[in-house]
C-alpha cells in the first residue's frame, strides 16, 4: 500500500465552484500534514499546512484533517482559472521526511 | 531574497560522463533534502542532510552521491549517469527543528541522460 494516496485526475471544476482534492494516508504516527500547489515546471509552492484535527481556514483554502480515518482534504472555495494545477499532499512523521503523494491535477474551466 | 538556487536549470549528457547539480540556500537552514520528480511517481526523496557533514539517504539513492562540507550548500552527484535517471530535480531546505516548517525548493532542475 501507497504511503500517501491520491487520486490523479483530472478533477474538472466549473469557475467559481468548490474543489475538494482528497488524499488518504497509511501512517498512523503521522505528524504534521500538508499541500503544496504545483504548476506545470515548477516547484512545489506551499498553501497550507495542519496537524490538529479538524479545519483549518486561510482564505479560499480550507484544509480538513481527520486522524481517525486517515485523511486529509482540501477545500477551494470560488475557484478560479488561476487554481488550475497539481495539488499534491505530503505528510511528516520524523524530522527527516516529508513524503509526498503524486498529487491531483485539477482544472477549473471557464 | 530568501531563496533555494539550483543550477543548472536545464541540463543534457550522456551516458556515463559524471556531472554536479548545486543547490545553495540563504536561509541559514540545517535540513536539506533532494527530490526527483517524475509522472505518475511524484516526489521521490533520494538523499537529506541534517546538518553539516550529516547526510542519509533516501527512498531512491542509488546512482546519486552528496555531500554537506557547508549550511549552505548540498550539491548532487551523478558519477556515471544512465538514461533512468532522466528526471526533474528539486532541492529543498527548512530549519531543522520544526515538524511544520514548510520545505522551501529550488526551481528545478531538468536533465535529460542520452
Known amino acids: 500500500q501507497k504511503e500517501v494516496e491520491q487520486n490523479s485526475g483530472p478533477l474538472s471544476v466549473p469557475e467559481g465552484a468548490i474543489a475538494s482534492l482528497n488524499c488518504t494516508y497509511s501512517?498512523?504516527?503521522?505528524?504534521?500534514f500538508f499541500w503544496y500547489r504545483q504548476y506545470s515546471g515548477k516547484s512545489p509552492e506551499l498553501i497550507m499546512f495542519?496537524?490538529?484535527?479538524g479545519d483549518k481556514e486561510d482564505g479560499r483554502f480550507t484544509a480538513q484533517l481527520n486522524k481517525a480515518s486517515q485523511y486529509v482534504s482540501l477545500l477551494i472555495r470560488d475557484s478560479q482559472p488561476s487554481d488550475s494545477a497539481t495539488y499534491l499532499c505530503?505528510?511528516?512523521?520524523?524530522?527527516?521526511?516529508?513524503?509526498f503523494g503524486t498529487g491531483t491535477r485539477l482544472q477549473v474551466t471557464l | 531574497e530568501a531563496q533555494v538556487t539550483q543550477n543548472p536549470r536545464y541540463l543534457i549528457t550522456v551516458t556515463g560522463k559524471k556531472l554536479t547539480v548545486t543547490c545553495s540556500q540563504n536561509?541559514?537552514?540545517?535540513?536539506m533534502s533532494w527530490y526527483r520528480q517524475d509522472p505518475g511517481l511524484g516526489l521521490r526523496q533520494i538523499y537529506y542532510?541534517?546538518?553539516?557533514?550529516?547526510?542519509d539517504k533516501g527512498d531512491v539513492p542509488e546512482g546519486y552521491k552528496v555531500s554537506r562540507k557547508e549550511k549552505r550548500n548540498f550539491p548532487l552527484i551523478l558519477e556515471s549517469p544512465s538514461p533512468n535517471q532522466t528526471s526533474l530535480y528539486f532541492c529543498?531546505?527548512?530549519?531543522?527543528?520544526?515538524?511544520?516548517?514548510?520545505?522551501?525548493f529550488g526551481n528545478g532542475t531538468r536533465l535529460t541522460v542520452t
Open positions: 495542519i496537524y490538529s484535527n
Open positions: 529543498a531546505s527548512r530549519p531543522k527543528s520544526s515538524y511544520n516548517s514548510p520545505l522551501h
Open positions: 542532510s541534517m546538518n553539516v557533514e550529516v547526510t
Open positions: 505530503a505528510w511528516t512523521g520524523t524530522a527527516s521526511k516529508l513524503t
Open positions: 536561509m541559514n537552514h540545517e535540513y
Open positions: 501512517d498512523r504516527g503521522s505528524q504534521s
